[in-house]
């Protein structure tokens, strides 16, 4: 099976970028990271790239009249690269209706919620603030409205006593370096196919018994 292209499309620290990385190294993922690209110079994460000795790119929004203008760049930079499948990890801009429909079912992305549950920013907060007792990750096919789509993987983390929305993106956030990188792989392995606005995943499901937060103990 030839190894899947993909661009990653970053905006600050990169940790899932790096997940990434590591998931395609020796080959665990049938896919190769050719091109990651930043809208932000000053993204930490592009180091991440740099040092696994993957091309980078910095296209700045600032520098574009109109975000087609922008999203036009991106899609140039894409194409040159050959890549097949975009994956966006904590990329902070909103994409045109256009550069959606151009990717499609071949761009992905990880929100730090159980969608459809707090869409958008503040999740963490937002969370707490609910009250709910699980919390967790999202990666899914992008569509125009902000963090909808056909989801592909989902992983669910406990709130503790005491959470902050500090403590509880750090407990998310090692929940989706283990949910894209899964993700990932089966797309790159074709195991993931759209029917409608759901994603049908060739793989085994969880458990079937009840997480319990608190516990019964």
């Known amino acids: 099976m030839a190894a899947l292209k993909v661009g990653v499309l970053i905006s600050g620290r990169?940790?899932?970028?790096?997940?990434?990385?590591?998931?395609?190294?020796?080959?665990?993922?049938?896919?190769?990271?050719?091109?990651?690209?930043?809208?932000n110079p000053d993204a930490a994460g592009l180091d991440h790239a740099r040092r696994a000795g993957i091309p980078t790119r910095t296209v700045d929004h600032r520098r574009y009249g109109d975000?087609?203008?922008?999203?036009?760049?991106?899609?140039?930079?894409?194409?040159a690269a050959g890549v097949e499948l975009l994956c966006l990890a904590g990329f902070m801009r909103?994409?045109?209706?256009?550069?959606?429909?151009?990717?499609?079912?071949?761009?992905i992305n990880i929100h730090p919620s159980?969608?459809?549950?707090?869409?958008?920013?503040?999740?963490?907060?937002?969370?707490?603030?609910?009250?709910?007792?699980?919390?967790?990750?999202?990666?899914?096919?992008v569509r125009n409205e902000t963090d909808t789509g056909p989801i592909i993987?989902?992983?669910?983390v406990p709130v503790l006593p005491g959470d902050t929305p500090e403590s509880l993106a750090a407990r998310v956030l090692e929940a989706e370096h283990r949910a894209y990188p899964l993700a990932l792989r089966l797309v790159a392995e074709g195991r993931v196919r759209i029917e409608g606005e759901h994603a049908i995943v060739d793989a085994p499901a969880a458990a079937a018994a009840a997480h319990l937060n608190p516990t019964d103990e």
Do not use: Y
């Open 14 to 39: 990169g940790s899932n970028l790096r997940a990434l990385i590591d998931g395609c190294a020796g080959g665990a993922i049938p896919a190769e990271i050719v091109l990651a690209i930043s809208n």
């Open 94 to 107: 909103l994409l045109s209706p256009g550069f959606v429909a151009t990717w499609k079912n071949r761009m």
């Open 153 to 156: 993987v989902q992983a669910a």
């Open 67 to 79: 975000r087609a203008r922008f999203d036009a760049a991106m899609s140039e930079a894409l194409r």
């Open 114 to 141: 159980l969608l459809p549950a707090f869409p958008g920013l503040d999740t963490h907060a937002r969370a707490l603030s609910a009250g709910v007792r699980f919390a967790g990750c999202t990666v899914h096919f």
